[in-house]
């Protein structure tokens, strides 16, 4: 097992695109690395957000955007240029708006994390590099998905040894059936928001899985559960002393 936090973010970093198998030569345009996005919020006896994968940072070329390089960290609430306009990190303002804001739980008391560790492409990002004339020699890994989440879960136990959290909060539909290992549950009965003790890979946790601050945000069914969820999980966490009162940030 890792012996330190550093020593599991060197580890992560340099293996963890073999280990689950990422295509070679996995690079966005004009050759950027595709490295994987280790947890740098690291805080202990707390919460642990696991998101299902790193957006990245995009560029307008063309008239279409472009993923172009990683993001700094997992849900890091960036601001950048993208060649058009400003833009900022959705599902991190997300995050913020839907999760931790309503919970009173600051990112400092959380550990945050992506069950899988790198940018996913979909079908359109690699048909934009083809409209720029770059034509990478791998196929879309969006849809492995469920291949790659599978080969993370060492990565997340390990996380989870290291965290040692009071409670795991999955994000999504995705990340919530892998770590579950249930691909029966309709998602509204899936992401009920009601934390249970789960074995994942061999770690004892208590998890509640909710839905991605994406679907929050897109979504005024999902908006209304998931706010009704974080008021019943803040007295959860409330009674756990991670929130000690009614200000955010404590």
Known sequence: MPKSILHYQQECFATYLDLVGLPKDYKYIDGNPIRPLV???????SLMIV???PSARFES????????????APFHPELYFDGVRSRKQESAHGLEKFILRPLA????????????KVFLFKPEH?????RQNHHPNFEPTRSDFSKYAARSLTFLADEIQLAQPVLILTLGEEVARV??????????RL???VPYQITVVKQVCTVAHVAHPDACRRSSVWRSRTSKQMRSLRTFLKEKGIVTNSRYGT
């Open 61 to 72: 070329r063309g008239g279409r955007l472009l993923p172009v390089a990683d993001n700094l």
């Open 179 to 188: 770590v579950a290992n249930n691909f029966h549950l309709t998602a509204e």
């Open 105 to 116: 739980v600051s990112r400092s008391r959380c550990w945050i994390t992506d069950l899988v």
């Open 39 to 45: 947890p740098v919020e690291t805080a202990r006896h």
């Open 51 to 53: 998101g299902a994968y």
């Open 191 to 193: 992401l009920n928001g």
């Open 126 to 130: 690699l048909s934009n590099y083809n």
